[in-house]
């Protein structure tokens, strides 16, 4: 019986995301024992043609060949799984969707009459079907191996939905704004990071994009009486997920008060 067959792309991005898989070492030994790796550039120069069982897809959308080739991708997958805060809400760089990009390529390039890109930096499932979406910048690389496994054997994967606090309270450590008065965007933020940047006494900053029900205008009262300038609270929204409509809706809002 054949492997399910198994292909990994890169759209704009930095790479971490594939970089997290690639950092299971033993345990992706263990699974490539029951998948075909068929096209993986970061890894192996091999490649083979779709249809691919699962395609892994990192980076957001950035270009007018990146939508022809999204959908390409698609057309050839069984099952498509974002990965990344790239791939499921545009990234850091969809800060250019607030900006003119224009100016942007007009300041940064010394020839922009070359430069082809499109006015915003949006995510994989606003162009294609998405089957699953993995948040994070970069992913947990044993939340992918849960979801690599899970679609092995055909169940649903098992993954956090609630906040990061949730994290705080597994590992102990004591709430950050509590006890020592720093901003964090935890109470809103995905679990997936393990809580680290609160256990060294530092606020989160939301790498992992919005839990399910986050209450954005609750945590910004919060940050009122801790002193924090709405400014502030603004950049802290506008950074890996800018574009997640629940931080990008109350970024907006915020900034015009």
Not at 86 to 107: H, M, P, S, Y
Not at 118 to 147: F, M, R
Not at 235 to 251: D, G, H, I, M, Y
Request: proline share 5%.
């Amino acid at each position: 019986m054949a492997k399910p067959s198994l292909a990994v792309w890169k759209f704009a991005s930095c790479d971490g995301c594939q970089l997290s898989l690639l950092d299971l070492e033993d345990e992706l030994l263990a699974v490539a024992d029951g998948i075909d790796i068929a096209h993986f550039p970061e890894a192996t120069t091999a490649h083979r043609g779709g249809p691919y069982d699962v395609s892994l897809v990192e980076g957001s959308i950035t270009t007018p060949a990146d939508l022809t080739r999204i959908q390409e991708i698609r057309a050839q997958s069984g099952m498509l799984v974002a990965i990344g805060a790239c791939a499921t809400t545009g990234g850091i760089q969809a800060l250019r969707n607030l900006a003119d990009i224009d100016e942007f390529v007009r300041v940064v390039y010394a020839r922009p009459a070359y430069i082809q890109t499109l006015a915003t930096s949006t995510a994989i499932a606003d162009h294609v079907k998405v089957d699953l979406e993995l948040a994070g910048c970069p992913i947990n690389k044993y939340q992918l191996l849960e979801v690599v496994q899970a679609l092995l054997v055909g169940r649903k994967p098992t993954l956090p939905t609630y906040s990061v606090c949730v994290e705080c309270k597994e590992r102990g450590t004591s709430c950050v704004m509590v006890a020592d008065g720093v901003a964090c965007l935890g109470p809103i933020t995905r679990a997936g990071c393990g809580a680290i940047c609160p256990a060294f006494a530092r606020g989160c900053y939301g790498c992992f994009g919005p839990s399910e029900s986050p209450n954005v205008d609750s945590l910004a009262a919060w940050w009122d009486e801790l002193g924090v300038a709405r400014p502030d609270l603004v950049r802290a929204l506008r950074t890996f997920n800018v574009n997640a409509p629940q931080f990008k809706e109350a970024s907006t809002r915020y900034a015009q008060e």
